[in-house]
T-cell receptor, first 113, second 115 residues
Framework: AQSVAQPEDQVNVAEGNPLTVKCTYS??????LFWYVQYPNRGLQFLLK??????LVKGSYGFEAEFNKSQTSFHLKKPSALVSDSALYFC???????????FGAGTTVTVRA | DAGVTQSPTHLIKTRGQQVTLRCSPK?????VSWYQQALGQGPQFIFQ???????QRGNFPDRFSGHQFPNYSSELNVNALLLGDSALYLC??????????????FGPGTRLTVL
């Protein structure tokens, strides 16, 4: 079985400050890890993924994520947050040989001006 | 290049009724997955279709069924609707040969309300 935990329901930061959204996962074998963002009344937009290779993954809109195998974590980061980054963020995992994505419960990010 | 499209956008049904939701995958994609996103929760995998067959299924009852057509579009059918079926239903498409490593592209969803 595979699962994802996003320990924070909400993250609040000031514009221009660093943003971190936490994610830990549990999966058998090598994980494929993804971050998606959801704006109100919209579907999910892909931000970035970790498949293999470098532990630091760079994605869309200035986001990056760090894969840590020993801590089974895949935290999303942005060095300088924007008000427009306010949205709902989901971490997801897929096990090797599996077809489904398993999502965390989501973290609501609010960036105040 | 059209992304994933879903119809209808919103739907209101009453308990016991049946509903059909539709999805057209992103151009060039041949695999369609369906997810249910209840309010305040992350999406839950319902099933995935490839080559017109259900390839994998999540923990959903048989009331949830689907179909994939030769043009790769897909339908999700839910019978005997319950209040708990109220949710945003998301369709995602991908390319089968890259399924493991490739991201899934999501449509805007269909908001189903069961009264």
């Amino acid at each position: 079985a595979q699962s994802v935990a996003q320990p924070e329901d909400q993250v609040n930061v000031a514009e221009g400050n660093p943003l971190t959204v936490k994610c830990t996962y549990s999966v058998s074998g090598n994980p494929y890890l993804f971050w998606y963002v959801q704006y109100p009344n919209r579907g999910l937009q892909f931000l970035l993924k970790y498949i293999t290779g470098d532990n630091l993954v760079k994605g869309s809109y200035g986001f990056e994520a760090e894969f840590n195998k020993s801590q089974t974590s895949f935290h999303l980061k942005k060095p300088s947050a924007l008000v427009s980054d306010s949205a709902l963020y989901f971490c997801a995992v897929r096990a090797s040989g599996d077809y489904k994505l398993s999502f965390g419960a989501g973290t609501t990010v609010t960036v105040r001006a | 290049d059209a992304g994933v499209t879903q119809s209808p956008t919103h739907l209101i049904k009453t308990r016991g009724q049946q509903v059909t939701l539709r999805c057209s995958p992103k151009s060039g994609h041949d695999t369609v997955s369906w997810y249910q996103q209840a309010l305040g929760q992350g999406p839950q995998f319902i099933f995935q279709y490839y080559e017109e067959e259900e390839r994998q299924r999540g923990n959903f009852p048989d009331r949830f069924s689907g179909h994939q057509f030769p043009n790769y579009s897909s339908e999700l059918n839910v019978n005997a609707l319950l209040l708990g079926d109220s949710a945003l239903y998301l369709c995602a498409s991908s390319l089968a040969i890259l399924t493991e490593s490739d991201e899934q592209f999501f449509g805007p969803g269909t908001r189903l309300t069961v009264l």
